[in-house]
Every structure is written in structure tokens, then in C-alpha cells.
């Protein structure tokens, strides 16, 4: 029994996780309501272990961003423009193709391409980036195989060993729903279009906070939460693998930071088809939300612990270091982490909102962080 544990007065709970008993809403948010981070972190420590043991990920990835435009006007977000504006960018497929290859000569495993909602691309520029990229694959498969021989230890959340190829991980939740707005297509008729072009997985963002009073205030006009769940659990049913997220530490509660993770356990329960929750901390500095606290390193490891503890159906909890710091997603591997996530290259959305973090990390930088910790 952990020190910390002993005198905090959740033993009970640390009991439980032990036992391998499920938490209920009312545990899991005495543990946020928790002073004590050290026990919180103890019985989130001891749940990792049971999971995944004594190992962590990381993913070689690049972050291509293709368009900024957006047909949305969240008050959270610093990264859309409207095409009035001197900033916004769109890429072709040509030079989204171009990045690719760049990143592929750095070892890369895995794309991960989100945009605005873009006012006026057709539904082909979508399939026919997808289709592009995929025909990257013919060269990069022997690449990575020779990488992956060097590097056995690296591992992405999303790629098999037995696949040695580049991951497409792809569109939000909301992008899908406007993509299937374009094509004039039912939801999972889009996701199956996309499948056959090439997508491998979705990324999870946009989930923000379920909480419709929450989310009307943060993001008017965006998905709701069942639209969001129902993106994901279709792509579920069709065999396809996903993150979700939880953006924290602006105008919600604890009890609806709670009703989220309530809500993405729920559907890891029917479906099976999350492989791993990534918690993403507010930035406040460049957003039109003002926030008295912004989320502070406690918050952040707590957040993740408590992620841990109670959603006892994902393999995998990510340590966004693009959001957090690397030094303190470090020190949340001992607070129920098990991922860092990637090495990023060419981060947009967290920075133009104000972050200060690198815009990648080495692969080498990974491998010492974990080690290190």
C-alpha cells in the first residue's frame, strides 16, 4: 500500500482498482475533488501498471494542417480564419504530397491532417489527397522497416509492426459531418468513401466538452456530443480505430469534465474502438474565452490520472506534450500516463492559441524523456 495512499482516506478506492472493480461517477469524482495528487496519482500509477505495465509510446508523426478557412467561428479556437483574412492558408494536394515526402526522409510512421471546415473545397479534393498520399506507401514500407529495426522500441498507438507502412490518421468528428455535407452522403457512406481512398484512422479532437450548456458557450454552431459519439462509433462498426480527446480548464465543472469521460467510456464499451484518450489543457492566451485559472500542472496531472482511474476500458492515456511541456507529460507517465504522443513537427492549432512549446520533439528526445522517468 502506497504511503500517500494510507493517509489520504482513499483507500477504498485504491481497493478497488486493485481488485480490478469498475469506479462509479461518485469515486471518480471524489478523486478530482482530491488535495492530495500524490495518492490520486498513487492508485492512477497502479491502474496503468495493470494495463500496459511498465512501458510507454510514442508515435513519429507530422502534423499537416491543410487549411485553416473555416465556415465556424469557435471562441476557443485561434487557428480559424475566414477568407477575408490575411492569414488563412489552404494547401494543394501537390504540396501537402510535397510535406509528406519531406517528412518521410525524417522516418515519420504517420500523418495526422486535420483542417478548418473549408468553405469551398469539394468532397474530391478530401479523397484525392487521401488517394496521393496513400501511393507514398510503396516507397515508405521499405523505409520503415529498415527504421524499425534500429528503433524495435518505438511503437505507434496506431500502426502494427506487421504493416510496416505510413498511417493516415485523419478528420475530426465535425470534419466528417461537413464531408458528408459535401458529398451528399449519409455519414457512414462518407467514412466508407474515405476507407477505400485511404484512410487508416481518425483523430479525436473536437470532442471539446460534452456538456451542451458547455459547449454552446465555447464552441456555438459545432457537433453536438451525440454527433460526435455517433462519427465514432460508425467508424467503430466499420472496423476502423480512434482517439477522443477532452479539452479542460476553461468554464466547465468537474462534474462535466466527469459526464465526458462517463460518456466516451459508455461507447469504449459498445464499440472497443478507441485506442487511447488524450486530455488537452485550455490555452488561454490567444483565445477569446477569458478564464480566471487557467488549467495549472496539478490540474493537468490530476485530469490525466483521474482519466486513468476511471476509464478502465482504454488501453492508452496520452500525455499531450505540445500542450503540457515535455518536462511535465514526463513527470504524468507516473500519474497514469503511458503515451507522449508524438514528435509533431510543424504544430499549428496549441500555438497559434498561445502555446510555447517546441514546434516538434527528436525522436531521440522521446526515447530519453521516458527513459529518464
Known amino acids: 500500500m502506497n504511503f500517500f495512499v494510507q493517509r489520504s482516506g482513499l483507500r477504498d478506492l485504491y481497493d478497488k ?20 495528487l500524490n495518492a490520486v496519482g498513487a492508485i492512477a500509477d497502479l491502474a496503468r501498471q495493470k494495463k500496459v505495465g511498465n512501458r510507454a509510446s510514442y508515435i513519429i ?29 489552404e494547401f494543394t494536394t501537390e504540396q501537402i504530397v510535397a510535406k509528406a ?28 489527397m487521401l488517394k496521393a498520399l496513400r501511393a507514398l506507401n510503396t516507397g515508405s514500407s521499405r523505409r520503415e522497416e529498415a527504421h524499425s529495426a534500429s528503433h524495435e522500441k518505438s511503437q505507434s498507438l496506431l500502426t502494427s509492426a506487421a504493416t510496416p507502412r505510413l498511417q493516415l490518421k485523419c478528420f475530426t468528428a465535425i ?48 457537433e453536438s456530443a451525440e454527433e460526435y459519439l455517433d462519427v465514432h462509433r460508425t467508424w467503430h462498426k466499420l472496423g476502423g480505430r480512434s482517439t477522443c480527446t477532452m479539452l479542460y480548464g476553461h468554464v466547465e465543472s ?31 492566451e490567444d483565445n477569446d474565452i477569458p478564464v480566471e485559472k487557467p488549467p495549472t500542472g496539478f490540474d493537468a496531472l490530476r485530469t490525466i490520472a483521474v482519466s ?4 478502465d476500458n482504454f488501453d492508452h492515456i496520452t500525455a499531450y506534450w505540445v500542450g503540457m511541456g515535455l518536462k511535465l507529460a514526463q513527470v504524468a507517465l507516473s500519474y497514469g500516463a503511458d503515451d507522449l504522443h508524438g514528435t509533431i513537427i510543424e504544430e499549428h492549432i496549441f500555438h497559434m492559441a498561445g ?19
Open 254 to 284: 468537474l462534474a462535466d469534465r466527469l459526464d465526458h469521460l462517463r460518456q466516451l467510456r459508455a461507447l469504449q464499451d459498445e464499440t472497443h474502438g478507441y485506442v487511447g484518450f488524450v486530455p488537452l489543457p485550455y490555452q488561454p
Open 17 to 36: 482498482v486493485a481488485a480490478g472493480e469498475r469506479i462509479s461517477e461518485a469515486d471518480a469524482l471524489r478523486l478530482f475533488e482530491s488535495k492530495d
Open 355 to 373: 502555446a510555447t512549446s517546441p514546434q516538434l520533439q527528436t525522436e531521440a528526445e522521446m526515447i530519453k524523456a521516458i527513459r529518464e522517468a
Open 101 to 128: 515526402r519531406e517528412a518521410l526522409k525524417l522516418g515519420i510512421t504517420e500523418l495526422h491532417i486535420v483542417g478548418g471546415l473549408h468553405p469551398s473545397l469539394p468532397f474530391s479534393y478530401y479523397t484525392d
Open 175 to 222: 470534419e466528417i459531418l461537413h464531408l458528408a455535407w459535401l458529398a451528399k452522403k449519409s455519414v457512414e457512406q462518407t467514412l466508407v468513401e474515405l476507407k477505400a481512398a485511404g484512410l487508416d484512422s481518425l483523430t479525436g479532437g473536437g470532442a471539446e466538452i460534452f456538456r451542451p450548456e458547455v459547449r454552446s458557450a465555447i464552441a456555438k454552431g459545432k
Open 61 to 89: 508523426n507530422r502534423y499537416i494542417n491543410y487549411s485553416n478557412y473555416c465556415i465556424l467561428s469557435c471562441q476557443f479556437c485561434s487557428f480559424a480564419r475566414k477568407k477575408r483574412d490575411a492569414d488563412g492558408f
Open 308 to 311: 486513468r482511474i476511471y476509464l
